[in-house]
C-alpha cells in the first residue's frame, strides 16, 4: 500500500481511478484530442520533448506524437493499471508511476502540461504542483482545466472534495514573474465533431 499524502490521491489511485481509464479511451477522444492540441499549440515554435503530469494511459500523448512524430515524451501518472499502459504507448523508461508530489524534477522540457488534473488536486498542495510544472518546463506550460474566477469546489460522480474549479493559469502568472500568457481558449463539450469537456486552456511562456 502507497503512503498518500492526500485523500484525492488514495481515491485516483484506487477502484474509481480503474473506472475512469476504462472511460477514458478510444478513437473518437484522440481524434478531438487531435484536434484540442492542433488549436492549444498553433502557437508554440517546433517541440523537441514534453512531459504531461497526469498522463493516465497516454491519450493526450498518443496525439501528440501523431501530431510530432519526432517528438520525445514522458509521462507521469500516480495509478498503477494506467501508468503500465502508458508504458506500452510511450515505453515504460519514458513513465513515472508514482505522484506529482513526489516526482523529483531532474530534467527540463520544453513542453510541460496539465489537463484535467489540477481540478483534482488537494487545493493545500497546488503551489507544490505549480512548482513542479513551472521547473519541469523549459519554454511553454500548457494548463487545460475547468475555469471559474474563485475557488469552488464541486460534487464529482457523487463524492465530494473531489472536483475543485479555480483560475489555475492566473495563479501561476501571478506566482512567477517571467510567466506570460500567450493564448487561450475553450473546447466545449457539445462541440459536434470534436467534444472535451468543457475545458478552458491557458498557454504560458517563460519569458
Known sequence: MKNFKTEQEKFWAGEFGDNYLERNQGEKLLASNLNFFTKALSRVTPLSNCIEFGANIGMNLKALILLMPALQVTGIELHEGAAKKLSEVIGEENVYNGSIYDYPVSEKFELAFIKGVLIHINPTMLPQVYDKLYNASLKYI?????????????????????????????????????????????????????PQDDITWFLLEKK
Open 142 to 194: 500548457l494548463i487545460a482545466e475547468y475555469y471559474n474566477p474563485s475557488p469552488v469546489t464541486i460534487n464529482y460522480r457523487g463524492h465530494e472534495d473531489r472536483l475543485f474549479k479555480r483560475d489555475f493559469a492566473g495563479e501561476m502568472l501571478d506566482q512567477y514573474s517571467d510567466l506570460k500568457l500567450i493564448d487561450y481558449g475553450f473546447a466545449y463539450k457539445r462541440d459536434v465533431l470534436y
